[in-house]
Nanobody, 118 residues
Framework: QVQLVESGGGLVQAGGSLRLSCAAS????????MGWYRQAPGKQRELVAH???????NYEDSVKGRFTISRDKSKNTLYLQMNSLKPEDTAAYYC????????????WGQGTHVTVSS
């Protein structure tokens, strides 16, 4: 089993920064790609940033240039550095891991809330 626990969310003013962390535990050898998703009230969950097992990254257009996804495999931790935050970034942020072991499936964290005030 793999468990994901997000942390680092909170309240920040527009223009500020936050760094989200996602700590993976359990059978972390089974994790392939990872990503950050977010869901704002009344909206669908959307992919914010994605990082492949080899380190290739992709970003949703609205966060490109402001957010950086990174992964420290030695610490089993995924990060999302969020700079120049905007009120529209307000959402619950979820860590996701693609599991490739005996079969493929996704694991999700419980989410961490980010609120950006204007």
């Amino acid at each position: 089993q793999v468990q994901l626990v997000e942390s680092g969310g909170g309240l920040v003013q527009a223009g500020g920064s936050l760094r989200l962390s996602c700590a993976a535990s359990g059978n972390t050898f089974s994790i392939n790609a990872m990503g950050w998703y977010r869901q704002a009230p009344g909206k669908q969950r959307e992919l914010v940033a994605h990082i492949s097992d080899g380190g290739s990254t992709n970003y949703e257009d609205s966060v490109k240039g402001r957010f950086t996804i990174s992964r420290d495999k030695s610490k089993n931790t995924l990060y999302l550095q969020m700079n120049s935050l905007k009120p529209e970034d307000t959402a619950a942020y979820y860590c996701n891991a693609e599991i490739l072991w005996d079969y493929s499936y996704d694991v999700w964290g419980q989410g961490t809330h980010v609120t950006v005030s204007s």
